[in-house]
């Protein structure tokens, strides 16, 4: 865009900044004056923009479940102030490092653009040559958790306590429709929509052009109103929950700072458990041109860390990987050697794919991992000795002893990675294998980027988790399991796996789960996990 057009959008921009929204105030205060001059109570306790709406504390939850309600999720349900960070999350996770590269130049343009242009300049970079498939990945398995952790409790709240809900949104239906309507159980949302070629978007906005919502609203209903509207302050949202018989207004300064409008985990309408995606941040632009700034360190630094953990000895390892920010800590210690001279069994959460390297470079010796499922590729990359079991139960037993008389090996009966506060179901294989069993309470926290995916190329998995800052793990070794707990001393399989399982998740504060590998699957990627189901015979 040349130079004139600019100075023409900026000064549009300010005409429509200044002028009508001064013009709509100054208009709000006759009216208010007008209306309310005699209702001190009113006056008094809204000192807000447009007092002609309740704050939204003031609104009853009780008694709505045959009502209607009507709000945007952009402002409203959302705390962020912008939509930005999510189709940044849509361009880097469906789309590329590119296209987020492109969008974030694109970021400085965007804001001197008016509020339409630039709406359609960002759909068209986030959505064009965009296939339909990732966009449905996306909104599945990255954009939900975002929106969770982003949700505004009170509008929440409201929004649930209706019986019919429907959402009405300027922004594209396709990035908020599968999160509303699985999460939230919203019966309608009316969005911007967007134009299609076969199994593409082409960026472009469909003939319908840009959702306006108070149009929406009226087609919507036709001649009823809904019940309750809730919005921000903005003129906008104003125009829409006017054309409700009630009404509440949610500040945008303080949905976004006060700590009573964060969504607790254990209020989440439906528990988190899967998510997919890279990036660990909520991409807002400062904190994506940081991400591009770490890049080139970052990965230099991970393969730094690669090489140190596999060519220098432990200890040095240990030390060299902290120094540069890896933080790695240690809880308990390798138990005792036993009396028959074989190796043990550690028994892992399964936290990332490193957690067998993570653990053999904090007791200091090497350890083998028995795994159920692995990639090639991993197999290979991998700096310790791994063994993939059959699971046909008399060849891994004895595949098993050979192995501990060798010395110590490492399992992580979960079969897949979970990055939220759960454990999977425990695969019960390995309690009829080994005897002698110590439980490994494992958990990382990482802050740029996840070091697992469903959907991805899981061989850069490793590479992501040490391109973070200050990767971080926390290995804690627990007591070996009596024997009286174990096959050995009578107890079945499925109950050493239960026990052990429920003794990890007391260990790292997680709640225990049934899900399985093959639920992760099909939620995260619609599929079944290909590289365990080819094996899986029960
Ligand atoms: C004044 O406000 C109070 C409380 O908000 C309300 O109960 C009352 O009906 C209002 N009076 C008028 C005249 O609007
Ligand atoms: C809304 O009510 C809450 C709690 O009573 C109060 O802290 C907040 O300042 C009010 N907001 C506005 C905009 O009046
Ligand atoms: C989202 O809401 C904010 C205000 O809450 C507004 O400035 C922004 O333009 C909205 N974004 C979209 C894409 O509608
Ligand atoms: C991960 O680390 C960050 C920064 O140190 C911290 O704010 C966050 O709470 C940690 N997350 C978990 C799950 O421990």
Not at 46 to 71: A, D, E, M, W
Not at 389 to 402: C, F, H, P, S
Not at 448 to 469: E, V, W
Request: aromatic share 10%; hydrophobic share 40%; glycine share 6%.
């Amino acid at each position: 865009m040349d130079f004139p057009m600019i100075l023409l959008r900026l000064a549009d921009w300010f005409l429509y900044q200044f002028l009508a929204n001064s013009c709509y105030r100054a208009a709000m205060k006759v009216k208010n004056n007008g209306f309310f001059f005699k209702n001190q109570s009113i006056r008094s306790s809204s000192s807000n923009q447009f007092p002609l709406h309740p704050n939204i504390t003031k609104c009853n939850l009780y008694g709505r479940k045959s009502q209607t309600i009507v709000c945007d999720i952009n402002g409203t349900l959302l705390r962020t102030h912008s939509f930005f960070p999510y189709f940044m999350l849509v361009a880097f996770e469906g789309g590329s490092i590119l296209r987020a590269l492109l969008l974030l130049i694109s970021y400085p343009f965007l804001c001197i653009l008016d509020y339409e242009l630039k709406m359609r300049v960002m759909v068209f970079i986030t959505f064009c040559g965009l296939r339909l498939k990732d966009m449905d990945s996306v909104s599945r398995a990255v954009l939900p958790k975002f929106y969770l952790e982003n949700m505004n409790f009170q509008a929440f709240e409201v929004l649930d306590s209706a019986g019919c809900k429907v959402v009405i949104t300027s922004v594209p239906r396709v990035m908020v429709e599968g999160f509303l309507k699985e999460y939230l159980s919203v019966d309608h949302v009316k969005g911007t929509e967007l134009h299609t070629l076969g199994h593409y978007f082409t960026g472009l906005i469909s003939t319908s052009g840009l959702l306006v919502k108070h149009r929406a609203l009226k087609e919507f209903f036709g001649e009823k109103r809904p019940d309750i509207g809730i919005g921000t302050s903005s003129l906008h949202d104003h125009l829409l929950i006017s054309l409700c018989k009630e009404s509440y207004v949610i500040s945008k300064e303080e949905s976004k700072s006060n700590q009573i409008s964060v969504m607790p985990r254990d209020k989440y309408p439906k528990p988190l458990v899967f998510h997919d995606g890279r990036l660990a941040f909520l991409p807002t632009p400062l904190a994506t041109l940081s991400m591009f700034i770490w890049l080139p360190v970052g990965i230099l630094l991970a393969i730094f860390r690669i090489l140190v953990g596999i060519c220098l000895p432990y200890k040095v390892a240990v030390f060299l990987a902290m120094l540069t920010g890896v933080n790695l800590k240690l809880k308990g210690s390798a138990p005792q050697k036993s009396e028959n001279g074989k190796g043990v069994l550690y028994v892992c959460t399964h936290r990332t794919l490193l957690d067998p390297v993570f653990l053999s470079n904090s007791l200091c010796k090497p350890l083998t991992a028995v795994t159920y499922s692995l990639s090639k590729m991993s197999e290979i990359m991998a700096p310790i000795k791994t063994v993939r079991l059959t699971r046909d139960r008399k060849q891994d037993g004895e595949t098993m002893q050979k192995l501990l008389s060798e010395g110590d090996l490492v399992v992580c009966p979960e079969g897949t990675t979970c990055r939220e506060p759960y454990l999977l179901r425990f695969s019960s294989l390995f309690a009829e294998l080994a005897d002698e069993i110590v439980p490994v309470a494992m958990n990382t926290n990482v802050t740029m980027f996840y070091g697992t995916t469903a959907s991805g190329f899981k061989c850069l998995d490793p590479i992501f988790f040490l391109m973070n800052p200050r990767p971080s793990y926390d290995v804690q070794i627990l007591g070996k399991l009596p024997k009286e707990l174990t096959c050995a001393g009578g107890k079945s399989s499925h109950e050493v796996a239960n026990y052990i399982q429920r003794k990890l998740g007391h260990a790292l504060g997680f709640e225990c789960t049934t899900l399985t590998r093959r639920d992760k699957y099909l939620m995260l990627a619609g599929n079944e996990g290909v590289v365990e189901e080819k094996k899986k015979k029960s």
